[in-house]
Every structure is written in C-alpha cells, then in structure tokens.
C-alpha cells in the first residue's frame, strides 16, 4: 500500500491545528524564532518501525529548512535504545511538533509490531492476516497503511468496495438467498459478495448461492475445519471474532484463507519512542 501525500498532509495539518490552534504559550514565548536545534528519535521498545517519514513530514510543514538523517526505515526492525532518526530545524518547530509527531509514529508502529507477531505466529500456513474497518476516524488510510508494512493484508478500505452481508443487514432484509439475488440484480459486475454466516447450515446456503467470500464468524476451530472441507476451494473462507495470539495458531490451521483481526488498529498499544534534544 503506498499512501498518497496530500492524505498524510490533510491529517497532519488537521492534528497540529488541533494542538497548537493560535499559539504555542510556552515555546512562542520562551523561545527565540531564529534557534535552531538538533533532536533525536530513540526506541523505548522493540518491533517494527512504521511512520518515520509521516512523523518528520510534520517538521517539514511547520520548518521548509529541516534536515533529517534517517537510520531505520519503515518495515524494519528496531530494538531499544536504537536511535531511529535525526532531525535539524528551527527549535520552534522541533518543540511544537513533537507531540503530533510522535503520537503518529508511536500509533503506527505499534500496528505495525502487532500485525507482524501475529504474521509470524501463522506463518507456515496458508492464512493471511487481515484488518477491518475498525479504524479511527480520520486515520483509516495511515492505519491500513501501518497493517501492510507489519506484513498483513489490507480488508476493504470502506462500504464501496465489497458488498458485505453481515448479519444485521441479513437480519434487515429478511433471507441470505434473496439479499444476494437482490444484490446481484443491482450492483456492477466487478464487485465481489461476502456472507457472514454464523453455522454450516448457512455456509451450505452461502455457498450454493456461490458468493466469493464467507466469513466464518465466531465459530470453534472444529467448525471451521469442516467448513474448509465443504467449502472445497469454492470460495474464500475469512475467520473473524475473538481472535488471539492463542488462538490464531490454530485458527491458521484449519485452513481457511484469512483470519481478520479489528484489534490490530481498534486497541493496538502505542510502540515507545521519545524525542530527545541535544543539548
């Protein structure tokens, strides 16, 4: 997934009119606007790097003269104490970007982190791992973004994409056979149809109406392996709820294609970095 700029620009400019609105009280009046200084990123943690160049696109808008050396880029490795960047600007800049920008890294690479234990926890199976739309308002495009860069796959970006059945709308419209029928009537050739489905009884009827994808949702391991057994490659099979590191081993192993996790961007913990200014 390769992010366009005016979308990370658009969320920049919209976090630091947030924060600094009119003024900085303390840096506008403490600090001279010709000073310049150098700042550093450390590591507090170890994971997956994700956000570097977001974060330091955040002094570029606020300082056109800023300079980075930037030693780990984002996809790789990083352990404690690691110095991850440098960063020269008008100190002014440095001290009213801080916060925005380290809230955008540390969010990202905590994403990025966890997506990547739970790639590595199925690896060896056929199953991707997955996010949903359980994203922030806003931040959608940048947490996606994070989920590819820990080694995970992107669900739909949003409503246009995909017609999903999930059980509210099943429940809305009144029968799984006709919301398909009814859908297939309507929408263009090039979208796909996913079903939630809650047992084997529905998955039998979702895969004689021949949707793409079916989501196995909230059923036991034994369940879905029987699932991938019915299924017989006719169709996409994606688990969804409840997920854990426990539990996506085996999830893994029943053989279903996807295993989709809302908490990789719902709940994730931030990944621990500081700003420190050389002295």
């Known amino acids: 997934m390769k992010l366009m700029q005016f979308q990370i620009d658009d969320i920049i400019k919209t ?41 330091l696109r955040v002094f570029t808008l606020l300082d056109d003269t800023a300079s980075f050396e930037v030693f780990i880029r984002d996809g790789e ?3 404690k104490g690691d110095i ?6 008008h100190t002014r800049a440095l001290l009213k970007g ?3 920008a380290l809230n955008l890294i540390q969010h990202l690479s905590g994403i ?28 959608r495009a940048l947490q996606k973004y994070a989920v ?26 009144g029968s799984m056979t006709g919301a398909v029928k009814a859908l297939r009537e309507k929408m263009g ?28 949702d909230n059923m036991s391991c034994e369940e879905m392996a029987e ?29 279903v294609d996807i295993i989709s996790m809302g908490a990789l961007t719902h709940s994730v913990k931030a990944f621990d970095i500081s700003m420190k200014i050389d002295k």
């Open 98 to 100: 801080e916060r925005t």
């Open 15 to 55: 976090a630091l009119n947030e924060d600094i609105n009119y003024i900085d009280v303390t840096t506008d009046y403490l600090v001279d606007d010709s000073a310049v200084a150098t700042a550093k990123y450390v590591a507090k943690d170890s994971g997956v790097l994700c956000g570097i160049d977001i974060a």
């Open 84 to 89: 991850i960047a440098k960063i020269t600007c």
């Open 77 to 79: 490795q990083v352990s």
């Open 148 to 173: 590819t860069v820990g080694g995970g796959k992107n669900h739909r970006y949003n409503l246009s994409d995909c017609a999903m059945l999930k059980d509210t709308h099943l429940d809305a419209y």
């Open 227 to 255: 699932a991938v057994k019915l299924t017989a490659g006719r169709a996409k099979l994606e688990a969804s709820g409840n997920v854990t590191h426990d539990t996506i081993r085996a999830i893994a192993e029943t053989g």
């Open 189 to 216: 050739h090039t979208v796909k149809i996913e079903v939630e489905v809650a047992n084997l009884e529905e998955l039998k009827e979702a895969l004689n109406l021949g949707v793409e994808i079916i989501m196995l």
């Open 112 to 139: 990025a982190t966890e997506t990547n234990r739970c790639v590595k926890l199925v690896e060896g199976t056929k199953a991707s791992v997955a996010d949903t739309r359980k994203t922030l308002p806003g931040l």
